[in-house]
């Protein structure tokens, strides 16, 4: 499948409620595979959605400039980014709640490690270097234009998914809610002046034929949040924009099953994969409270059959779209989109599932498992001088 020939609904000219022939990856595949769900064709969000976890964050820094040009231009349907606001009320990306892991604030605020991003104003962090942590972390994909890269505002991303050939839509997850009263209510005010609600996008230049054009359709922007009072907020601050739950097994999140003790010599990943959800109901829970808010989905976490590896292991969580759980979203009429897989065997076999796209930091990974042909990564961000 090419991008050109995905069938987004605005694209096709049809009614967002009645099913359309749209060209599924399954369709690639042999007949005695199992398909995956046909919600696609009824709510306004591709099929096989491929969603850039933080950007194209395997070979660049996550959440920085090359990382979305990049899965821009690869042709993701969706840069995923996680919301938070400065103390002088900026939106910003940034995933972390404290600014350590991957910046140098150790250096230029060294005793202000441990404070939430919440309490820096942005020209603090502007100061910032959110690109050499990554050169040090992974010499193999490191490169020299890495060091120095800015922490992104909202209105940057915003800037990226307009500016090229390809369109991409914006999954923006409102991260540590509770940190952030009415962070909804801004993030609406700033949508809807960039032109990102309702059909305020007519007036912007749309995508070439051929290209992306998910930033051009209803299902241009996609909420998520792990968060019950920020879904509901979300529903009430835009209540036509599509909104999806994601799910968390344990604290905070759907009971889980009693488990051993941690052992001494268990990985985290290895903990989290044995983890177990107490039972259907509890399950059930989460999609009926995503359901009464309104949500077009659902993102269960994901085990990762690699997960002892270098990258992939902080992304291999418990497994929360076994059949049955898929079975039970799909029969709810809600999508399933899976974080945050890397592992071509790990898009195999979920894909079998019928999940309905992924959160990945291997988007070229994924564009090549959907059928699209293979492009020059390096090339890409060359062409931007990184
Ligand atoms: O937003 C989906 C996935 O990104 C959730 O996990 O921690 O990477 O934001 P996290
Ligand atoms: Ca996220």
Known sequence: MTTSTRCWLLACGVSLLLPVSTVHAADTHDDSEPQGSTLCTKIPIPCDAVIAHRGASYQAPESTRPAYLLARDLGVDYLELDLQRTKDGVLVAVHDNTLGRNTNVAEVFPDRVDAPVSSFTLDELEQLDAGSWFNASYPDRARDSYSGLKILTLDEVIDIAEDGKNHPGLYIETKVPEQFPGIEEDLREKLATRGWLNDETKSRQAAEKGAVRVGDTPGRVVMQTFSKASLKALETAMPNV?????????????????????????????????????????????????????????????VQSEHDGPFSSQFSYMDLAEPWMIGMAHDDGMLVHLYTVDEPADFERYQQRGVDGFFTNRAERLLEFYGHPPQDQDAILKRYGY
């Open 242 to 302: 599509p909104r999806v739950l994601l799910l968390w097994l344990g604290k905070g999140g759907i009971e889980a099953a009693p488990g051993k003790p941690q052992g001494n010599d268990e990985s985290t990943a290895d903990y989290y994969a044995r983890q177990q959800v107490a039972s259907p109901e509890a399950y059930r829970s989460w999609l009926d409270l995503a359901k009464a808010h309104g949500a077009i989905g659902v993102g269960p976490s994901a």
